[in-house]
């Protein structure tokens, strides 16, 4: 995928000296303990131990809530907890207590908050509507025995807006009739139908549920046996509605690992139609949320009204437990906002960077040489698609390649060589995804953190994050393309916080 120099007439190297040399004699003194080197800036990670999904989020009185799969005392996976974070504005968290702790029935595995404004589940008021929280809980015990019901869905509720957590008495409320994969409940208040409806992620397809008070379940359907990617095991569904051009359509997401399209864990989905008993589409192609390798088990908050909003796990199962951080394991995407968009007879999901971003951008950098550190936003705009590749290096000689490439018609990242990889055999790997969109114009938005590459092509219709470890930071960056309009269009901002 590296485009032959040759091939460029022109080649233009923008030289960026990002780090003053006391911040990289910083960075070079803190081998042993990698913070600053890979501690992200824009995205949510746990001060130390292991993470993986987000959980429960929900958005109540101007805070979003964000919980997430914590095991406290590793920095590999372990017992699980619900660790809690808080944001007014989706980019800069505050860390807060473990909210749930695991109890006789089991650890805390993934699944969903929603506030209970009727007070459907009576275990709150009219006038303080209760947080209910639905996960898994999975008990080791029952596992080790060789049991096949282990995992069950309990709830727990807070009256304090999330913060505190007391696990209702009646748990299970969803009883496991002896299947292994039986996890990640999500629930949604379905309007039309006054009931809660659930997707949890059973085996091999989505199960949904329905209640009217989130105690009492009851089976309604099953979707995707034959649909989709079946490579690996589904995990923690998503259900909402989106409309587009008047019309109201569902999307089901479920991550797959392993299964994804570059390879271990990735999340695909499905648009069609919810009756409130059953989803349906008409569609039979595979479709991903993100093409890259570092999105995975992403679902969107509760009550945001007309916004959707998703978050992720930035890391794969492949190699998360093995990636050289040393006091965390993993970190959050940005949060994206959900949009769809008819590309020929289909529709698709598109994923931008929440609008929210907007206050953290400065000036551009493009013009005149960069002084600033990361994290930064480039975009590139054309009104004609052709090859191109931007390439981040440091003084180690390591890159970072990534763009366009007008032969296969794809988008690409290379980190074949972008630093630290002997940790798993996978990670140092090309990674490409189609261009969805016909059109001969394009846009290109690009998130860097200390970490991580988020790429949004097309307004988000083609996604591919990736994360990368070099061993100083990457300080230059580098453009090459026949295209004179694509040359001269890039434009880099930083993004901090004004
Ligand atoms: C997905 C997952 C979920 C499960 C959780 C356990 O990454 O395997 O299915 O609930 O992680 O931590």
Not at 103 to 125: E, R
């Amino acid at each position: 995928m590296r485009i032959p120099l040759t091939l460029f007439l022109f080649f233009a190297m923008i030289t960026c000296s990002c780090l003053s040399s006391h911040a990289q004699n910083e960075v070079r003194k803190d081998t042993n303990n990698n913070e600053s080197l890979y501690r992200p800036i824009i995205h949510f990670s746990p001060k130390k131990g292991w993470m993986n999904d987000p959980n429960g989020m929900f958005f109540q009185n101007g805070v979003y809530h964000l919980y997430y799969q914590f095991y406290p005392n590793a920095t590999v996976w372990g017992p699980m907890h619900w660790g809690h974070a808080t944001s007014k504005d989706l980019i800069h968290w505050e860390h807060k207590p473990i909210a749930i702790y695991p109890d006789s029935l089991g650890l805390i595995f993934s699944g969903s908050a929603v506030v209970d404004k009727y007070n459907t589940s009576g275990l709150g008021t009219l006038k303080n509507p209760p947080i209910i929280s639905i996960f898994t809980q999975h008990s080791m015990e029952g596992e080790k025995a060789g049991k096949n019901n282990f995992q069950n869905q309990s709830i727990a509720y807070s009256n304090d807006g999330g913060n505190t957590w007391k696990m209702y008495p009646g748990n299970p409320v969803i009883k496991n009739p002896g299947i292994n994969d039986f996890r990640d409940p999500k629930v949604i208040w379905h309007e039309p139908t006054k009931h809660w409806i659930m997707a949890l992620a059973v085996k091999n397809k989505v199960s949904l549920y329905s209640s009217e008070n989130l105690k009492d379940w009851n089976f309604e359907s099953d979707f995707g046996e034959l649909l989709g990617n079946h490579e690996g095991v589904w995990e923690c569904p998503d259900l909402f509605s989106l409309p587009y051009n008047g019309k109201t359509y569902w999307v089901l997401s479920v991550s797959v690992n392993p299964g994804g399209p570059n390879k271990g864990s990735a999340t695909q989905y499905f648009v069609g139609d919810f009756d409130g008993h059953k989803f349906s589409t008409s569609s039979s192609k595979t479709k991903w949320v993100d093409y890259g390798a570092d999105n995975y088990a992403g679902v969107t908050w509760y009550n945001t009204g007309n916004r959707k909003i998703a978050i992720g796990w930035m890391s794969n199962w492949l190699y998360a437990q093995q990636v050289p951080t040393d006091k965390w394991r993993s970190a959050m995407t940005i949060a994206r906002e959900l949009n769809l968009q008819e590309v020929g007879e289909e529709m698709y999901l598109t994923s931008m960077p929440v609008k929210e971003l907007k206050f953290y951008k400065s000036n551009y950098l493009s013009e005149g040489p960069i002084t600033q550190n990361l994290p930064y936003e480039i975009n590139i705009q054309g009104s004609n698609i052709n090859s191109f590749t931007l390439t981040l290096n440091n003084e180690e000689g390591e890159s970072l390649d990534f763009g366009f490439d007008q032969s296969t018609n794809q988008y690409f990242i290379d980190r074949s060589f972008a630093g630290v990889h002997s940790f798993h055999k996978d990670f140092a790997a090309l990674h490409s995804a189609p261009r969805i969109s016909t059109k001969s114009n394009f846009s290109f938005k690009v998130l860097i953190d200390k970490t991580s590459i988020e790429i949004f092509s097309d307004n988000g219709l083609t996604v591919m994050t990736d994360i990368f470890f070099p061993t100083s930071p990457y300080n230059n960056i580098a453009i090459q393309s026949q295209s004179e309009e694509i040359r001269k269009n890039i434009k880099i901002s930083s993004l901090l916080a004004k």
